[in-house]
T-cell receptor
């Protein structure tokens, strides 16, 4: 079964540095998402991406964050000038039809981001 | 905006017994979907079961079933014949339907431990 893949599995970065988290969604999916889960807390929506642009974003997704689909396969989340509170697990997800059907989002295994 | 509430931070059950996890939600949407996701210690997000709001029949997936009470905005998950592999964090999630881009709103999660 096709999977969403995320790299790296664990990223350790110094505070203030930039980090790029990478995702390869399932190939025929059109809607892409990033979620964040701070340790012990719930999963929070960050951003959705469709047709090469951001379709929706949460209040967490401020100017520090950006997303890009630089080629036909990768979907990246960039965090500029990282802060301690950015430490979390970041999940990428994708699905084919957005909210138009009950098709679930397929999640990657996550990238654990640790800011020192 | 939607909210999802899981009022049970932790639950435990003996192997082979039945357990029910609670979830309530609040929305003004008329077209939406509800999901239960499982997150084992490996931190993957795995779909357990889904329910369309317009369907009166409760969804069933092998040992997993839901009790969907639309008027009460309640969506509980019943796990029958619990197995050790069911030990995980369980998240209830809401997804708006129709023309939405499909972002998911998650509850706080319930940690389920299955004891031998």
């Amino acid at each position: 079964e096709p999977e969403v893949t995320q790299t790296p599995s664990h990223q350790v970065t110094q505070m203030g540095q930039e980090v790029i988290l990478r995702c390869v969604p399932i190939s025929n999916h059109l809607y892409f998402y990033w979620y964040r889960q701070i340790l012990g807390q719930k999963v929070e929506f960050l951003v959705s991406f469709y047709n090469n642009e951001i379709s929706e974003k949460s209040e967490i997704f401020d100017d520090q964050f950006s997303v890009e689909r630089p080629d036909g396969s990768n979907f990246t989340l960039k965090i500029r000038s990282t802060k301690l509170e950015d430490s979390a697990m970041y999940f990428c997800a994708s699905n084919q039809q957005g909210g138009r059907t009950n098709q679930p989002q397929h999640f990657g295994d996550g990238t654990r981001l640790s800011i020192l | 905006a939607q909210t999802v509430t899981q009022s049970q931070p932790e639950m435990s059950v003996q192997e082979a017994e039945t357990v029910t996890l609670s979830c309530t939600y609040d929305t003004s949407e008329s077209n939406y979907y509800l999901f239960w996701y499982k997150q084992p210690p490996s931190r993957q997000m795995i779909l357990v079961i889904r329910q369309e709001a317009y369907k009166q029949q409760n969804a069933t997936e092998n040992r997993f079933s839901v009790n969907f009470q639309k008027a009460a905005k309640s969506f509980s998950l019943k796990i029958s014949d619990s197995q050790l592999g069911d030990t995980a964090m369980y998240f209830c999630a809401f997804g708006a339907g129709g023309t939405s881009y499909g972002k998911l709103t998650f509850g706080q999660g319930t940690i389920l431990t299955v004891h031998p």
